[in-house]
């Protein structure tokens, strides 16, 4: 697997260019400098709720990552406070359930944080663990009817159900899922600091073409600094597509 998306490197080989450019014509170089850093440290986050003893550690310790997400696990306990998981709602905005099929049902005390992650409309998935307890036909039963109590408390189904065994080291549904929120997360990137790079030589394009055009002796080296900027935002557009 690729460790930086397609846009993002391209970004980091245009910014030193990009840079360049806007220094050569006075325009400001800060917001240029601060895609650096965003591009470096980009990634989505993504909160594993579950009970303790759901599997939640032993599923995030098993050794599998991906580049641009940040997995964070959260218990939740009698005693958590649903607003608490709310205010984490604007960071996170990727949610995995995770479900120990030995229970056979899903906690009671999952109930209120599910309602209100769907109030606010975040996207979750369901990861079931300890799978090599059961019998195949029991844990196709489980998985049923807790995908379907969830479905029912959120209003709307889950985007990916996922069964795993850390004892079997059967992650594979597990890896798909993140495979899909690797996936998300290269959306959001493209529609975030991608947008944001385009808005910013888009703009700068605009001014060095008035400045060209308010100047019939302008130089080569102004004309093509422009060609180079709409070449930069084709580039970035197509991969946009």
């Known amino acids: 697997m690729p460790q930086s998306f397609p846009l993002e490197t391209l970004l980091q080989n245009l910014l030193p260019i990009t840079h360049d450019i806007f220094a050569r014509h006075g325009l400001s170089t800060s917001t240029l400098e601060s895609f650096t850093s965003q591009i470096e440290h980009f990634k989505i986050h993504v909160s594993f709720l579950g009970t303790r003893g759901s599997g939640k550690t032993s599923l995030l310790g098993g050794g599998l990552s991906r580049p641009h997400l940040n997995l964070v696990e959260l218990t939740v306990f009698e005693s958590v406070n649903v607003q608490t ?17 030995e229970e056979k049902k899903l906690n009671p005390t999952l109930h209120g944080v599910l309602k209100k992650l769907a109030s606010q409309k975040m996207p979750i998935s369901i990861v079931f663990t300890k799978t090599d307890v059961l019998g195949v036909q029991e844990n196709m039963d489980v998985v049923k009817q807790v995908t379907t109590e969830v479905t029912r408390l959120m209003g709307y189904a889950p985007m990916a159900v996922a069964t795993t065994s850390a004892k079997k080291k059967n992650f594979t549904a597990f890896a798909s899922v993140l495979d899909m929120l690797e996936a998300k997360a290269e ?22 073409m008035s400045l060209a055009d308010h100047d019939n002796q302008s130089d080569s080296q102004l004309r093509a600094d422009i060609n180079v900027l709409t070449q930069q935002m084709q580039a970035c557009l197509q991969l946009q597509q």
Do not use: M
């Not at 998981?85 to 099929?101: M, P, Q």
């Not at 959306?187 to 060095?208: H, M, N, P, W, Y």
């Open 85 to 101: 998981v709310a205010k984490e709602a604007d960071r996170f905005a990727n949610y995995c359930l995770v479900v120990n099929v």
């Open 187 to 208: 959306r959001v990137f493209a529609s975030t600091i991608g947008c944001d790079f385009l808005s910013e030589v888009g703009l700068a394009r605009k001014q060095l």
